[in-house]
């Protein structure tokens, strides 16, 4: 496992914007599919999107999908979630997940396929 730190959340009016961080440990994070799933008030926590290790690859929810981008920075150890035109109903806390077994896909969607989870970072959307 590795240690996973997110950072970016915050208030923010809806069509507004946000950058979500997720730094890592871990000597080989090249090699870890990460993920960001969220947790709403009252919810389960859900998937909002994949990237694979060389960040080549990925995967949106699709409630998500033109409004949120996934990316990753080896060198750095990072990966991100720029949020676009942002909805009450994103509000949400905001979790960052790596793989770090061995992987036979891409990308993952479900909770169950990664082992290492972040603290997660609030962000609140106002209407």
């Known amino acids: 496992q590795v240690q996973l730190v997110e950072s970016g959340g915050g208030l923010v009016q809806a069509g507004g914007s946000l950058r979500l961080s997720c730094a890592a440990s871990?000597?080989?994070?090249?090699?870890?599919?990460m993920g960001w799933f969220r947790q709403a008030p009252g919810k389960e926590r859900g998937f909002v999107a994949s990237?694979?290790?060389?960040?080549?690859?990925?995967y949106y929810a699709d409630s998500m999908k033109g409004r949120f981008t996934i990316s990753r920075d080896n060198a750095k150890k990072m990966v991100y979630l720029e949020m676009n035109s942002l909805k009450a109903e994103d509000t949400a806390v905001y979790y960052c997940a790596a793989r770090t077994v061995y992987s036979d896909s891409l990308i993952y969607y479900t909770e169950r396929s990664y082992d290492s989870w972040g603290q997660g970072t609030q962000v609140t959307v106002s209407s």
């Open positions: 990237i694979s290790g060389s960040g080549g690859t990925t």
């Open positions: 871990g000597r080989t994070f090249s090699r870890y599919v």
